[in-house]
């Protein structure tokens, strides 16, 4: 063997193969030219970093006296499912004189194969290829501009940096916070991460400030005008002498109503007008988070099951590219690709709408998509030339659904833009301003056969207003004060939470962090400061949802009572997504030379082991359901998993306590005289059910943690009432 090259995924290594030519022999996780050289793959990561119990087995024990756990140097173990793909690497590397690094452009993809060179301590000369666009033309050009691939190796360390130090915190802080929390009675687990822990902030935040918000009001002044015959509305320009929001919006009613009176009936001069020519091009192609909202909007597909659509689109079907790709733009290469992309299109939607839409484009057309300075790691998510000849009829019809907008997003790219004259007027009465905005469509384009799946700004009137000159003279034939109610910001949904993170950095009032985390996304197209990749928000959100920090309901993601506990616990410098600039900006200087990976984690060991005191010293308020007190120390009982189900232990158990008791639906069974004493007491106190003369008990809401009492005689009663103060409310049940 000659050259190994050593691709992060089975279809780069394919476009490797046949760009380089001759003929292919097919190996078991591998291909072999016939020059002698091989190209094999890796499956994304196929390597770890071993967890705590890795490394020794106490730490199968959580315990405050262990933290922190840092294990530096740390280590890699082999993914169990992509193990045997890493034993065959590792037989080539030794057969190699040298090897091709053809991972994804980007820190991630250096890391995942520069880690596997290491795993096995290749040590022979390393080239490095750079690919975004796996089109034959493309790669075929990548390979005559190989360049060595230590140039490249700081980028790959400080993504490992990042990785180390995520999961050191992780692990760290979500044990230090879920043992102190058990020792106040809480029996769950209180997880913590760089990245989901911002994320739940900014739910809890968002929910917070909807549920206070307080009423406000403003108002618009609303002309309806005439000038020869053509007739528009105008909306009056508020003047900085009267009382404005921070909107700059009028909050004086009887001043709006002041207005509308003055200029009914007035005559109305055109102060200025101007008219400009104006384009809409059509939506870009997708990416991974634009693709998952248009898919919540429409089909209320959730993040993660767009995810799992897509991968099987594009393993399955080969229906599609690169499915979590952040970016919306293509190579200027893969213009010339048009014609069979939209061939497979048709091919695949015979007989459906689309087939007419792809059949009717114009593949010479070359829209703002293709435009390879802008295209990163990767390109937009689009159809593939459909070589397994699939049709819509034998996919499922999500992955139809799916497919039919990722096709969709393409095929616009082969319509005109729509064409327009935008005019605008400023109108006056003499003593108050107002400005109208007219459209006049001269080619509808794109328009005319699609309907944009993404939320598009609020626009211009459908008027013709290009007739209507400066000094031109007309009538307020009505004028009319609407008064507007503030709304609060709208609870997230999939959508909009998705949205948002790719721009958290505009909710940071740190001016320095802020541009920092705005400088790290500054050559990637749609992100504009975000926290986690396209790859991973969808996993981040559900594994919030899992763990129930955060709930899905009515559409909408809000915060649970826990998770509103949670975040209360915590330091702002975990819950604020400032953690990740101030990261960045150290894993810059790791990149650039000037600090090495162990100087960063040692900040973060600090920083770890700070937080930890702080925690333990000040511990957290933090509880979830009853609380029980110990009967015989009088510390908080915590609910445990056992060997055969769950007890009850005593957190003072470290101070000599040994008290235990089994559980049971209603809590922990204490000492039966006790528990019956304090039985027949309540009994004795409790209320009676105005309907049957039963007892009435209290009971909590599990969602909300509420209150409210229920009748004892159920299901024969089924009557409750709202508590107040710990008394039933019998007039409002």
Known sequence: MTTMYLAEKPELARAIAEAIGGKQTRGNGYITLDNGDVVSWCYGHILRLAEPEEYDEKYKKWSLDDLPIVNIPWKRMPIEDKAEQLKTIGKLLKQADTVVHAGDPDDEGQLLVDEVLEYFNYAGPTKRILINDISIGNVKKELQKLKPNADWLPLGKAAEARMVADQLVGYNLTRAYTLIAQSRGFDGVLSVGRVQTPVLGLVVRRDRENAGHKKAYYYTVIAALNFDGIKFTATYIPNEQYPLDEKKRLIDKEVAETIAAACTNQTAQILAAKTTDKKTPPPLPFNLLRLQSAAWQKFKYSPDKVKEITQSLRENHKLITYNRSDCSYLNDDQHADAPQVLEAIKLCTAGDAMETLATNATPSLKSRAFNSAKVSAHHAIIPTINEKNVVLGSLTDAEKNVYLLIAQAYVMQFYPDEKYKHTELIITNGNYQFKATGKKVIDSGWKANFTSTEEEE??????????????????????????????????????????????????????????????????????????????????????????????????????????????????????????????????????????DQHAFLKGITTFIQQEIDRVSSAGLNITSGQAYACPECGKALRKIRGRTGFFWGCTGYKDGCEFSCSDSPRGPVLNPNVQAAAKSKASQAAPLCPKCQSKLELRRNTQDESKFWACTNRPACKSFYKDFKGKPVFNNQ
């Not at 962090?513 to 996993?539: C, Q």
């Open 458 to 595: 609020e626009e211009d009137e459908i008027v013709d207003l290009m007739s209507l000159q400066s000094k031109s003279i007309g009538n307020f034939e009505q004028c009319q004060s609407k008064e507007n109610e503030t709304k609060p910001q709208p609870l997230y949904t999939y959508s909009t939470l998705l949205n948002d993170l790719t721009r958290v950095a505009k909710y940071i009032k740190d001016e320095k962090i802020r541009t920092i985390l705005i400088e790290k996304d500054k050559d990637k197209a749609g992100e504009h400061g975000g926290i986690g990749t396209p790859a991973t928000r969808d996993e981040i959100i559900k594994g919030l949802i899992e763990k129930g920090y955060i709930v899905e309901k009515g559409g909408k993601l809000i915060s649970s009572i826990i998770g509103q506990k949670l975040y209360d616990a915590l330091p702002d410098g975990v819950k604020f997504p400032d953690m990740t600039a101030v990261w960045f900006e150290q894993q810059q200087l790791i990149v650039e030379g000037k600090i």
